[in-house]
């Protein structure tokens, strides 16, 4: 089993930048890829980045050229720094874990945009 923990999520303005962290505990050693979802008012939850063990990332096309999603293997830690944010990238950032063929996911945190 493996728990998730995201933070940084927050109110910003159009253009403006914020990085959300997700920190995983529990059987690590077992994840084979972590990625960002998110859910937006209304809208069925959609994916955003990957990254794999060996460090593969893919995107949304949505957020191409202004997301990048990261890991810190030694703080057991993936990140998505987020650029150029839109009024359309509000919503509830999730992160989850894909170990020995189960998923996690973690509690999620809020990311609005507006001025």
């Known amino acids: 089993q493996v728990q998730l923990v995201e933070s940084g999520g927050g109110l910003v303005q159009p253009g403006g930048s914020l990085r959300l962290s997700c920190a995983a505990s529990?059987?690590?050693?077992?994840?084979?890829?972590m990625a960002w979802y998110r859910q937006a008012p209304g809208k069925q939850r959609e994916l955003v980045a990957t990254?794999?063990?060996?460090?593969?990332?893919n995107y949304a096309d949505s957020v191409k050229g202004r997301f990048a999603i990261s890991r810190d293997s030694a703080k057991n830690t993936v990140y998505l720094q987020m650029n150029s944010l839109k009024p359309e990238d509000t919503a509830v950032y999730y992160c989850?874990?894909?170990?020995?063929?189960?998923?996690?996911w973690g509690q999620g945190t809020q990311v609005t945009v507006s001025s």
């Open positions: 989850n874990a894909l170990a020995l063929g189960r998923l996690s």
């Open positions: 529990g059987n690590i050693f077992s994840i084979n890829v």
């Open positions: 990254v794999t063990i060996g460090g593969t990332t």
